[in-house]
Each structure stands twice: as C-alpha cells, then as structure tokens.
C-alpha cells in the first residue's frame, strides 16, 4: 500500500555484506569429511549460488524460480526426454558462460558440429551441462531441502522411515518407482545413484542440514558478534531500524517501533516469497518487509510468483489504491459529486484502482490484508478530514472575519487568528505525515474532496 524508500537495503547489504553472508555458516569443507568428495564439491559450489540468491532484487528472485528449468530436469531424470529436446536444452544451456568454461571444448566442438547422434552419448553431454549450471543445481539442493526429513533414514532396514522415504520420492520427484523396486534396497540404491548423480545418496542426513543452516531465517534474527567489528548485532532489528518505517507498508493501520531495552521490542519480516515455497529467499534482504504481526501473518503462504501482490520496495508514489468515500444512501437528493461524507453512517470506504498497470497486484493486495473491511473502522477519520477541509480559502476567512465584526483594524486580527487555526488544521489532516500512519487515507480523501478531477475520474471511471 504504501512505499518503502528502497536506498536503505542497499546500504543495509553493503554495510552488513559479512555478516549475511556468515549468518549462513562458512563451512571447513576439509572437515566436512563424512559427505565424502561429492558432498563437499556439491557444498562448495552450493555456497556460490547462495552468496549470489541473497542478494538478488525481486526481478531477479522471478527469474530464478523460472529459470530452474525445474520441468527439464524432471524430464531428464524421468528418462522421458527426447534426442532433439536434449539437443534443444544444451543448445539453451550453452549460450551459459560458467556452463561453457566448464565443460571440455572438444566436447562442445563435437555437439555443435552435430557429431554427437548417439542418444546415450548425448544423454551423457547433457547430463554434464546439469552438473554445472548452477540454477539446476540449487534446484537438486532444493528439492533436498523441501525432501524435509530431520531424522537419519536408515536404507539398510524397510522399517518405517524407510517406507516413508519411498513415499516422498514418489511425491517429491515425481517419480513413480515401481513395486518391484521398492520391494528391493540395492535396487532402489541402483536407481537413486543414477538418477540422481550420486548426488541423492551423498549421506543424506549431513548434506540436508548444512542446506537447512545455509539459509536460515533463525540465525538471521539471532543476536550475535559481528564479524566486521566488536559490535554484538541482531541483523533482523538492525534491517528495521534502517528502515526508518513509521508504520506498516502493507496496511498502513499499525505503528513499527524498534525498542531495545534488554529486550528487542521490532515489527516482524514478511517474506514476501514465503520461506515455505522459496526457502531459499528467507535471508535475501529485497525479500524481507518489515510489517506488522497481523499483515505478516495473514498471508497463509500464497505463492507469491503466481499471486503476486503490491511490492512496497517500488511503489514511488504508487496511485495503485485509492481510497474513496461512497455513499450508501442511495434515497439523498445530493447528487455523487456533491455528497456530504460528514456522517460515517451515510457512506462506506471504497478502494478503487487507480493505476492500470499494478491491476493485479493492487486487486491481490486489497483481498489478502482485507483492506476494504479493515478500514471500515476508520470512517469517523474521512469525516472529520471532510470536515476540516470545507474550512479553507481566503473566501473563507473573509467570510468569518466579516461575521463577527465590523471593525476593519479587529478583522485583520480575526483574519491573522484564523488563518493560525487553519495551519494547525493541516497539521491535523496529516498528523504523522504522508508516510505516517493512516497517511494514504487522509492523502487520498483530500485528494478526492479537493481534485475535482480525480473526484469525478474515481466515481464514474474506476
Ligand atoms: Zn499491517
């Protein structure tokens, strides 16, 4: 609803760039030796995707999740893709720079010239280019991560953990494994290594939970000793503070306050990917919206990518809401544009549309935080903004002073004494400035009581 001057992530991000990056935990591979080589190669690569996830704008988080080629790779490890969509995907793959440094030339030599006809050969190539493109490689990551399963699976009995291994493959990977499979371990392991690169069975319990601390919101919030200097820093009461938020950019109804006193009194941090679908983005600072307890809670994880909703890190001088007072009193003589909003009883908040191209996301916005019903309450705050504004102009003041005297010398002095009270009445208008809470409604209703443009554009346009 309303915007969050964006400068402050920047400088957040480069203020506290180590320690982001070692909330994360920076790993001793070379101990890590129980993941065996492939495991500590997979970590390390991991590591620089991380590094490059946290800092990612919004633009770039939707390009990620797009890019993981998640449907390719599903085929791929299904088996269920064709020679020339192989061809077609390393083709794509290889206009990548990491991917093709790291592949052998006479290898990409041997594909472009069309040598490579084996199917085999060709599964080979590209299965290669999966290794190395670091978004197909998170994706591996992720599914790991999302494969939630805290406890040591023990592969060598078919109790129930095992049991529920299978089940979360068949769910998670979209693999249906087939009965005769299942019934037999060494085959199952068989599948799992090639399907998977060896990657699935690098001692699953270990990688999971370096995943798990790699990105995790806990350690965010946790207070600690910087890396950078003496200082003890909690990086989530620090990204708040430099905020320098009044109030709630998603409702615009509750103040954010930053008080350490012993205790650490913040807003809290939406997610505005949510950690559940993307829990890669739970640390990334363009993802995190200080907001209220009650917005941040009322989100119930709708995926963000397919519903998204008003970004308050670009909304300069967003008109994408608008609030507009409408009469309910369809009996009144008064016509639309004359109506008089000084009793609550008479008319109910409206949130129009106002700005085309954030049709969606305004739409989205109005229905998760159940803004049209939440500012019903605020009503008596239209009126008396109603009120305030009809006693304005020089008109006005003339009008006034004539009223209570005839003497021209007292009529300045009335004129000056009002013209006071009319200074003071903006401040009234406006208490906590634009930015401040309840700033958007007031702005807005002004707006419409004084624009007669905008009055008549919202009553018979939007
Ligand atoms: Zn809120």
Same mark, same amino acid.
């Given at each position: 609803?309303?915007?969050?001057?964006?400068?402050?992530?920047?400088?957040?991000?480069?203020?506290?760039?180590?320690?982001?990056?070692?909330?994360?935990?920076?790993?001793?591979?070379?101990?890590?030796?129980?993941?065996?080589?492939?495991?500590?190669?997979?970590?390390?690569?991991?590591?620089?995707?991380?590094?490059?996830?946290?800092?990612?704008?919004?633009? @770039?988080?939707?390009?990620?999740?797009?890019?993981? %080629? &998640? #449907?390719?790779?599903? +085929? !791929?490890? /299904?088996? =269920? *893709? $064709?020679?020339?969509?192989?061809?077609?995907?390393?083709?794509?793959?290889? @206009?990548?720079?990491?991917?093709?440094?790291?592949? %052998? &030339? #006479?290898?990409?030599? +041997? !594909?472009? /010239?069309? =040598? *490579? $006809?084996?199917?085999?050969?060709?599964?080979?190539?590209?299965?290669?280019?999966?290794?190395?493109?670091?978004?197909?490689?998170?994706?591996?990551?992720?599914?790991?991560?999302?494969?939630?399963?805290?406890?040591?699976?023990?592969?060598?009995?078919?109790?129930?953990?095992?049991?529920?291994?299978?089940?979360?493959?068949?769910?998670?990977?979209?693999?249906?494994?087939?009965?005769?499979?299942?019934?037999?371990?060494?085959?199952?392991?068989?599948?799992?290594?090639?399907?998977?690169?060896?990657?699935?069975?690098?001692?699953?319990?270990?990688?999971?939970?370096?995943?798990?601390?790699?990105?995790?919101?806990?350690?965010?919030?946790?207070?600690?000793?910087?890396?950078?200097?003496?200082?003890?820093?909690?990086?989530?009461?620090?990204?708040?503070?430099?905020?320098?938020?009044?109030?709630?950019?998603?409702?615009?109804?509750?103040?954010?306050?930053?008080?350490?006193?012993?205790?650490?009194?913040?807003?809290?941090?939406?997610?505005?990917?949510?950690?559940?679908?993307?829990?890669?983005?739970?640390?990334?600072?363009?993802?995190?919206?200080?907001?209220?307890?009650?917005?941040?809670?009322?989100?119930?994880?709708?995926?963000?990518?397919?519903?998204?909703?008003?970004?308050?890190?670009?909304?300069?001088?967003?008109?994408?809401?608008?609030?507009?007072?409408?009469?309910?009193?369809?009996?009144?003589?008064?016509?639309?544009?004359?109506?008089?909003?000084?009793?609550?009883?008479?008319?109910?908040?409206?949130?129009?549309?106002?700005?085309?191209?954030?049709?969606?996301?305004?739409?989205?916005?109005?229905?998760?935080?159940?803004?049209?019903?939440?500012?019903?309450?605020?009503?008596?705050?239209?009126?008396?903004?109603?009120?305030?504004?009809?006693?304005?102009?020089?008109?006005?003041?003339?009008?006034?002073?004539?009223?209570?005297?005839?003497?021209?010398?007292?009529?300045?002095?009335?004129?000056?004494?009002?013209?006071?009270?009319?200074?003071?009445?903006?401040?009234?208008?406006?208490?906590?400035?634009?930015?401040?809470?309840?700033?958007?409604?007031?702005?807005?209703?002004?707006?419409?009581?004084?624009?007669?443009?905008?009055?008549?554009?919202?009553?018979?346009?939007?």
């Amino acid at each position: 609803m309303i915007n969050i001057d964006n400068k402050f992530v920047t400088d957040f991000i480069n203020d506290h760039i180590s320690d982001i990056e070692a909330c994360g935990t920076t790993f001793d591979y070379s101990s890590e030796s129980s993941l065996g080589i492939n495991g500590q190669k997979f970590l390390i690569k991991l590591q620089g995707v991380r590094r490059n996830i946290i800092y990612m704008t919004k633009e @770039k988080m939707i390009k990620f999740v797009t890019d993981m %080629k &998640k #449907e390719e790779v599903e +085929k !791929f490890v /299904n088996d =269920k *893709i $064709t020679m020339n969509e192989m061809i077609k995907f390393a083709e794509e793959e290889l @206009k990548n720079d990491e991917v093709k440094n790291e592949l %052998k &030339k #006479e290898d990409i030599d +041997k !594909f472009k /010239n069309g =040598k *490579i $006809t084996d199917e085999n050969e060709m599964k080979e190539f590209v299965k290669n280019i999966i290794k190395i493109n670091p978004y197909v490689l998170y994706w591996f990551a992720y599914t790991l991560y999302s494969l939630k399963k805290p406890k040591n699976v023990n592969f060598q009995k078919k109790g129930s953990d095992y049991i529920e291994f299978i089940e979360q493959l068949n769910k998670r990977y979209y693999i249906k494994i087939s009965t005769k499979i299942q019934k037999n371990f060494e085959q199952l392991k068989e599948f799992a290594l090639k399907k998977f690169n060896k990657i699935y069975l690098l001692n699953f319990n270990g990688v999971y939970k370096k995943i798990e601390k790699m990105f995790n919101y806990d350690t965010f919030c946790k207070e600690r000793k910087s890396t950078s200097s003496d200082k003890i820093i909690n990086l989530a009461y620090q990204f708040v503070k430099d905020s320098n938020l009044l109030c709630c950019p998603y409702c615009n109804r509750a103040f954010i306050e930053t008080i350490n006193e012993n205790k650490i009194r913040t807003a809290e941090l939406d997610h505005y990917f949510p950690q559940s679908i993307y829990p890669f983005f739970a640390i990334s600072p363009w993802n995190l919206i200080p907001s209220c307890p009650k917005c941040n809670h009322v989100k119930r994880d709708p995926d963000t990518i397919k519903t998204p909703h008003l970004y308050p890190y670009e909304l300069a001088d967003s008109r994408a809401l608008f609030f507009v007072p409408v009469r309910n009193d369809k009996e009144s003589e008064n016509n639309d544009l004359q109506f008089d909003f000084s009793n609550p009883k008479y008319f109910d908040i409206k949130i129009k549309i106002f700005q085309k191209e954030l049709l969606n996301e305004a739409k989205n916005s109005k229905k998760i935080f159940h803004l049209e019903q939440l500012y019903q309450n605020n009503k008596k705050t239209v009126s008396i903004i109603y009120e305030l504004l009809r006693f304005k102009g020089e008109d006005f003041l003339r009008e006034v002073a004539q009223y209570f005297t005839h003497n021209p010398t007292k009529k300045n002095k009335i004129q000056a004494k009002l013209k006071e009270f009319i200074n003071i009445k903006n401040e009234m208008l406006l208490p906590y400035g634009k930015d401040g809470i309840l700033g958007k409604l007031s702005q807005d209703i002004q707006d419409y009581c004084t624009d007669p443009f905008i009055r008549i554009f919202l009553t018979y346009f939007c």
